[in-house]
């Protein structure tokens, strides 16, 4: 924790009303579980506004260095290429080689 946070936040504020609200975070939860991976719910939206401003359609993930500065951003569906640039930029936080060095 003192070299990297990853933050991944799920913008839920489409979903925020029953029974909706129940069954995506269901699946959210389902997600942390897969990827061991804390998921930060938005059930208002709030990151989609100062100083965040995270799309307030899709998902984001945030990594932060040990300072808190973020060092790398992505939101939506990720490609193979920008999980690539995730571990590599994780990796380096880390003071490790390339992203396949990186991959848990």
Do not use: C
Not at 41 to 63: A, E, M, N, R, Y
């Amino acid at each position: 924790m003192d070299a990297a946070w990853v933050v991944a936040v799920a913008n839920l504020e489409a979903y925020d009303f029953f029974p909706a609200r129940g069954i995506a975070l269901s699946h959210v939860r389902a997600e942390e579980k897969k990827w061991g991976v804390p998921i930060l719910v938005d059930l208002k939206g709030t990151l989609g506004q100062s100083p965040w401003s995270l799309p307030k359609k899709t998902s984001s993930v945030l990594l932060l260095d040990g300072g808190g500065q973020v060092v790398f951003r992505y939101s939506g569906r990720m490609k193979e290429k920008d999980m690539e640039a995730f571990f590599e930029a994780l990796g380096e936080l880390l003071g490790q080689g390339g992203p396949q060095e990186s991959r848990p």
